[in-house]
T-cell receptor, first 114, second 111 residues
């Protein structure tokens, strides 16, 4: 079954803690992305990676970190420096070998700071 | 110039009616225009997409109309059903570069 998996589905964090959100894909896609979505809002790009061991900041990278050690995995760490981390986090991937960015999304992780 | 402006923010349509959501862009280098559908608590799903070499693409009840000269594209949902109630996002990109998303439209279909 091909697709993108995100875990956990729900995550609760105490203030001052770092947490890591998992994203795995078995689509053999080169590029992976992390977005943040606030209630009733659009999608804001946090980080993206087009190749293993390389990644770029998106529009709202402050307070977040990522790694891309394997093609199929792109974990996101929400650090204590992120002032308002409660949000719905979406991971996506795309092939990048084609002539356009056909991007597919995972089911999301809802992070709540207590 | 990288923005994609989407309207309206919210839309209420009667069952059986036509839902129309519009997007406008500035960057003439954009050459891929997808639409995503998102249900509450779920990830967005690719619904339909168009390249600028055609003016219209239809898949079932969903149609994208594309106006290159006006730099606008729109999603039409024919015979709208309560199950179509969701948030819809338009997007645009140049080649394989990252997508630029519109702000989303919350569509409600009244039974």
């Amino acid at each position: 079954d091909g697709g993108i998996t995100q875990s956990p589905k729900y995550l609760f964090r105490k203030e001052g803690q770092n947490v890591t959100l998992s994203c795995e894909q078995n689509l053999n896609h080169d590029a992976m992305y992390w977005y943040r979505q606030d209630p009733g809002q659009g999608l804001r790009l946090i980080y993206y990676s087009q190749i293993v061991n390389d990644f770029q900041k998106g529009d709202i990278a402050e307070g977040y970190s990522v790694s891309r050690e394997k093609k199929e995995s792109f974990p996101l760490t929400v650090t204590s420096a992120q002032k308002n981390p409660t949000a719905f986090y979406l991971c996506a991937s795309s092939s990048d070998s084609g002539s356009y960015n056909e991007q597919f999304f995972g089911p999301g992780t809802r992070l709540t700071v207590l | 110039q990288q923005q994609v402006k989407q309207s309206p923010q919210s839309l209420i349509v009667q069952k059986g009616g036509i839902s129309i959501i519009n997007c406008a862009y500035e960057n003439t280098a954009f050459d891929y225009f997808p639409w995503y559908q998102q249900f509450p608590g779920k990830g967005p799903a690719l619904l339909i997409a168009i390249r600028p070499d055609v003016s219209e693409k239809k898949e079932g009840r969903f149609t994208i109309s594309f106006n290159k000269s006006a730099k606008q594209f729109s999603l039409h949902i024919m015979d709208s059903q309560p199950g179509d109630s969701a948030t819809y996002f338009c997007a645009a990109s140049k080649g394989a570069q990252k997508l630029v998303f519109g702000q989303g439209t919350r569509l409600t279909i009244n039974p």
